[in-house]
């Protein structure tokens, strides 16, 4: 049998986690895989230091649609994934998440009639207004394999009638580089000059609290609060500084006593900073995850989650936007009456073996199907 080969696509910081362990795994069997980049997130605050952070191999393909709306990025993508494609036609395309590049590679493989693989399929916001809802809905429906990390995801599919042949629960592969990055620690506490369980770790970049001019001083007005209670480190997504300054409140956020700002950390050097974290605010999908791994509490800044397991089992509460909200929980936590919480089933560092398994079961299934009808 002709070994298969599949084309992976990364485009955004969250993408690079999820996909680094899979590529490992692939790689370990006798598998051709092409690396294509988006070039979404393309600089190196975003991109370039997880490829080392992560041992990414360099991509095979980048594609430079880094700029402009939702809709140029989209169109980009799709036009210069839909030219890749032809050029390769691989059996299989993987994606990842819910970011601009997941959902406009697999509407480009779809239109060709190349499967698709969805790592982190079934998620649910219900919120229509995020871009990312309507990235994971869309990119779930197009997709012939849908690898989930909970088992909320499969019951989020199963009520969407999807074909649960389709499905395949494999657990969470973030928290396999997680593992691999917590072995890595790096020196950031004493770059910082600063003790272990001593401060308050907030990143936030979702458009719904950053973009407008009312949501960004609520925000501000949060970190505030916080930072009333013990000392804040602020990793500054490049949406939220361009929008901070954009709307002239750079200037309020510096006044922030307690607050150090900071830019986008690379992944080890984030990872190490959020272990050692007293809690972490935050309106990111992977934080949530991740602080539930390591028993970190977590306050979600916004009025729902994607990630419902991570309330249920884990250690995140969802505690919106609002200043003395968010200082009642600061304050609990801070009392010792934190969330406790378990690791979820699955989120055991094995998930890139298991979707590589996965992959290489459908494309053999498939090619075994393809010999059946010409015989
Ligand atoms: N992260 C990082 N550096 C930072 C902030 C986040 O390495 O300064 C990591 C974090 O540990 C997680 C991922 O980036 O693995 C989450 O990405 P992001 O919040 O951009 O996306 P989301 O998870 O919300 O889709």
Redesign the pocket.
């Known amino acids: 049998m002709v070994e298969p080969m599949i084309d992976v696509v990364v485009s955004?910081?969250?993408n690079?986690?999820k996909v680094a362990p899979v590529l490992r795994s692939l790689r370990t069997h006798r598998v051709e895989t092409r690396l294509i980049h988006t070039g979404q997130h393309f600089d190196a605050?975003?991109s370039e230091?997880?490829f080392r952070?992560l041992e990414l191999p360099p991509p095979d393909l980048n594609l430079g649609c880094g700029n402009g709306s939702h809709a140029e990025q989209t169109a980009a993508i799709l036009v210069a994934v839909e030219r890749a494609l032809i050029e390769q036609r691989p059996d299989l395309l993987v994606v990842a998440?819910?970011?601009t590049g997941t959902l406009a590679a697999s509407l480009a493989a779809a239109k060709l009639g190349i499967p698709i693989a969805h790592i982190e399929a079934g998620l649910r916001s219900r919120n229509w207004a995020m871009p990312?809802e309507i990235n994971r809905v869309l990119t779930d429906r197009l997709s012939q394999l849908l690898l989930t990390p909970s088992r909320d995801a499969e019951a989020n599919l199963r009520a969407e009638g999807i074909d649960p042949a389709r499905v395949t629960f494999v657990g969470n592969v973030?928290i396999d580089?997680?593992h691999r990055?917590l072995a890595r620690p790096t020196d950031i506490l004493d770059r910082l000059a600063v003790a272990s369980g001593s401060y308050a770790l907030v990143?936030l970049?979702?458009p719904a609290n950053v973009d407008a001019r009312e949501t960004l001083q609520a925000t501000i007005s949060v970190i505030e609060s916080i930072a009333a209670r013990l000392p804040v480190f602020f990793?500054i997504?490049p949406r939220t500084r361009a929008r901070l300054e954009s709307l002239d409140l750079s200037a309020r956020l510096d006044r922030v006593a307690g607050l150090t700002s900071?830019?986008?950390?690379?992944?080890d050097?984030?990872?190490t900073l959020?272990r050692h974290a007293r809690l972490v605010a935050?309106?990111?999908?992977?934080?949530?995850?991740?602080t539930t791994a390591l028993g970190i509490p977590c306050l979600t800044l916004r009025d729902e989650t994607e990630r419902p397991i991570t309330v249920i089992e884990g250690t995140n509460r969802v505690v919106g936007l609002s200043d003395v909200t968010v200082g009642q929980a600061v304050d609990e936590s801070l009392a010792g009456r934190s969330k406790t919480g378990r690791v979820p089933e699955g989120w055991d560092g094995h998930a890139g073996e298991r979707i590589a398994q996965a992959l290489l079961s459908f494309v053999r299934n498939r090619e075994i199907q393809r010999q059946r009808r010409f015989d």
């Open positions: 955004a910081r969250p690079f986690m605050a975003m230091v997880f952070d998440g819910d970011v990312e973030m580089s997680l990055a990143t970049h979702r990793s997504h900071l830019p986008p950390l690379g992944y050097d984030f990872v959020m935050t309106d990111s999908g992977g934080i949530q995850e991740e």
